[in-house]
């Protein structure tokens, strides 16, 4: 059952898969703000990738998720710059720190996995491997494990060498760098990454997951899940 969350009054349209990381920080954000949304699914998968439709182009040039429809009219596209919206729209319950060496130590983490570890591990790339490049199927996990490891570990450095960490990634209220955090470990452990060599990303993704509005983000919550 998806947790119940306390709504504003904003009416945004958030087009999204399931199992989309990138998709998953964005309602993780628009959830922690208690903005209200409507989903619209687009399937990556069925009908050779519904992100790959004329019309869907329209709003998504490159053909990917999420797409976040505003209410003031128009569509936002790439995860971080539609989170760092929603922070401007909705201050009042923040996903960065104050000080901007925070701000820029929140940010880093929140890159390192949506830049560095993400853009090489995603479906696209992973289907252009095996089918231009004939790669294996253990192959291919064998490049998605060994480019999540490489990156957790030195998230895993980021913040177990940083006093400024918490409960969460940043002192103890969830922000951004644990809206990149989430959704990347919960992709490592859906492919059987190891993790044991991070203790302190296990124990943020533990806290986090005890939260509603991270409850409701879940793949496994979502309206399109399979």
């Known amino acids: 059952m998806i947790p119940a969350l306390f709504w504003t009054n904003t009416a945004m349209k958030l087009f999204s898969y399931f199992r989309s990381s990138a998709a998953y920080r964005v309602r993780i954000a628009l959830n922690l703000k ?3 949304y409507d989903t619209e699914a687009v399937h990556l998968l069925k009908d050779g990738g519904q992100q790959h439709s004329a019309s869907y182009r329209e709003y998504s040039p490159l053909g990917t998720v999420p797409c976040l429809e505003i209410d003031e ?9 539609i989170i760092e919206y929603l922070e401007e729209i909705s201050p009042e319950t923040p996903l960065l720190p104050v000080g901007p060496q ?9 890159q390192t996995i949506s830049c560095d570890i993400h853009p090489i591990n995603n479906l696209r ?14 192959d291919k996990a064998r490049w998605y494990r060994h480019w999540v490891n490489e990156g957790l570990l030195a ?3 980021m913040l177990a060498d940083d006093d400024r960490t918490g409960r969460f ?5 969830p922000g951004l760098a ?7 470990v919960f992709n490592a452990l859906r492919f059987d990454c190891p993790l044991e060599e991070m203790p302190t990303i296990r124990r943020i993704y533990k806290a986090c997951e005890e ?16």
């Open 34 to 36: 208690g903005l209200q």
């Open 73 to 81: 009219g128009g569509y936002l596209t790439q995860s971080l710059a």
């Open 102 to 110: 925070d701000r820029a130590r929140v940010r880093s983490i929140a």
């Open 125 to 138: 790339v992973l289907n252009f491997l095996t089918t231009q490049f004939e790669i294996s199927a253990d």
């Open 155 to 157: 998230v895993e450095k």
């Open 169 to 173: 990634c940043h002192g103890d209220l």
């Open 178 to 184: 644990d809206c990149c955090l989430v959704p990347q």
């Open 211 to 226: 939260l509603a509005p991270f409850q409701a983000a879940s793949p496994l919550n979502q309206p399109d899940a399979e």
